[in-house]
């Protein structure tokens, strides 16, 4: 089956919902900020297509920690003692509001999960600033790295522990054994949608006659087809990208698979906005 831009696929869709004579079961109020539609799939995007557009740097400052926070430090596991493991390396993704209040944690990768979950509960301990867009706050994500190593002390290797180092640094360091795959290598070469909703342009917002108001929007879907960490890579006005944010975050998807293991799935679509329903615009 031809691949579709999911783009041209909520436009169909968008067509037959103006064509119904009652909203759907379950409709909205007219205060949320997107349409959910009924569960459905729609064909994976092909890899490459989608548009890869940012915010200029000039207009964006990225979310962060907070500059009033002492930098990250992230306690060496114990575990890692016991195993003899003298270094390794973790990331965590953090979703922040509009204010910069944490809303979601994730873990993305790791070389041990003890060095995922020690800097998981030290990313629990900061405080963060929120992301702008032209001067505006909005939602955002974003990850950070950490490298562990042991505090400063002796640490005694043993002829197989010099050995098994010596063969991670020359293959550039200890070895991912968790981290965020890209859909065309799953078991179904794509995601595949179980649930939808698309976003309403914010009241005020003036689209241009006979175009497409459209954001691109990044996330990750974890092992339960949740979206996770959604970010706006760009959109025309920072005005929508709460709006975007909102819609994407109550997408599902069918949970992916490589050789028939749940993993974590790095992902870029780009989503179409409708006008608000007459009827709700007004209600108001």
Known sequence: MKRLRLSLVLGVLSVSLRAEPAAPAGAPKPDDPVIVLPPMEVATEAEGRLADRHFPKAEELRADFSASMPPLQAQYPGHAFSEGVYKGTATVGVMLDAAGKPIDYLLVRYTKLYFG???????????????????????????FTYEFAPPSQTVYLTGLDAAERRREEIAGGPRLIYEPHREIKTDAGGLQLTHIAVPLLPDGYAAPDGKPVTAIVSFYVDESGRVRLPNVEYAASPTLV???????????????????E??????????TFRPRPAAAVSSR
């Not at 509960?121 to 600033?129: C, E, I, M, V």
């Not at 709460?242 to 028939?260: E, L, Q, V, Y």
């Not at 749940?262 to 780009?270: I, M």
């Open 262 to 271: 749940p993993v974590l799935v790095f992902a870029k679509r780009v989503v």
């Open 242 to 260: 709460p709006n975007a944010i909102a819609a994407i975050s109550r997408w599902t998807f069918k949970p992916a698979t490589i050789k028939g």
């Open 117 to 143: 979950e020690s800097l998981l509960r030290a990313a629990h301990r900061q405080q963060f600033a929120a992301r702008q867009v032209r001067g505006v706050a909005v939602p955002g994500s974003f990850c």
